[in-house]
């Protein structure tokens, strides 16, 4: 059965302070504590979505509408799949036959209801050969919430997360359907000037957006392209 689609927006709860523990350290209290006091985290319980960063999926469609009854999607990134859930629910893939959703992550996953997801290495030739196999025709929305094991070093990072989203745009250009969107995770600074111009010529238009549900002290944000050209 097909959980009713939210459009809640999270409320701010009292602020949990926790007792000294000596077995914690401080930055385990301090990750601990911004857990017991984040309201999306709190929704995605009450909600069940396996992550609140099923919310920065749903704000994003609900501000540029690149989710719909009976598409096929690709979740790259997926796990541990609050956009997978998110995209099966708004496609409709449990009751729409021609609606698809994909998801692969490096760690495993567990089954999701109404999508296909699998363990793998995006970056290998076999896994997108596995993509395309399962996919069974073109994508309408390729997703990818991917990022590479942050280092602390703000020039490495940006490094390694631009070589992934230009590693999904290379796949999109060759899956997606006239028409389709992509949508992936950047940090602070946005889309290094090269990779955006190949965007705005495959797209019909090309953004970068911070939705709500993305912590305010994260670099993170996403450049969404919407109305591929094919």
């Not at 857990?35 to 919310?55: F, I």
């Not at 209801?113 to 699998?118: H, L, R, S, W």
């Not at 994508?139 to 590693?167: K, Q, Y």
């Amino acid at each position: 059965m097909e959980k009713t689609m939210t459009t809640k927006t999270p409320t701010r709860r009292l602020k949990v302070k926790l007792a000294s523990n000596k077995k914690r350290t401080n930055s385990q209290r301090a990750w601990l504590e911004r857990q017991l006091n984040d309201p999306y985290v709190h929704q995605a319980k009450a909600d069940g979505y396996r992550s609140r960063a099923a919310y920065k999926l749903i704000e994003i469609d609900q501000k540029y509408r690149i989710l719909k009854a009976g598409q096929k999607v690709i979740d790259l990134g997926a796990c541990p799949g609050g956009w997978t859930q998110v995209a099966v629910e708004r496609v409709k893939s449990q009751t729409n036959e021609k609606a698809k959703v994909i998801g692969v992550d490096l760690t495993e996953m567990s089954e999701i209801p109404g999508a296909t997801v699998f363990q793998g290495d995006f970056t290998e030739d076999s896994t997108q050969e596995r993509l395309i196999d399962l996919l069974d025709g073109k994508a309408n929305v390729i997703l990818s919430d991917m990022a590479a094991p942050a280092c602390g070093m703000t020039d490495v990072d940006h490094i390694r997360i631009m070589a992934l989203i230009e590693e999904a745009f290379n796949f999109a250009e060759n899956v997606l359907a006239p028409g389709g969107a992509f949508v992936a995770k950047v940090l602070r600074g946005g889309t290094e000037a090269d990779l955006l111009k190949r965007l705005k010529t495959a797209f019909q238009k090309v953004t970068h957006f911070k939705p709500p549900a993305s912590r305010k002290d994260s670099a993170e944000m996403y450049v969404v392209g919407i109305g591929f050209r094919g």
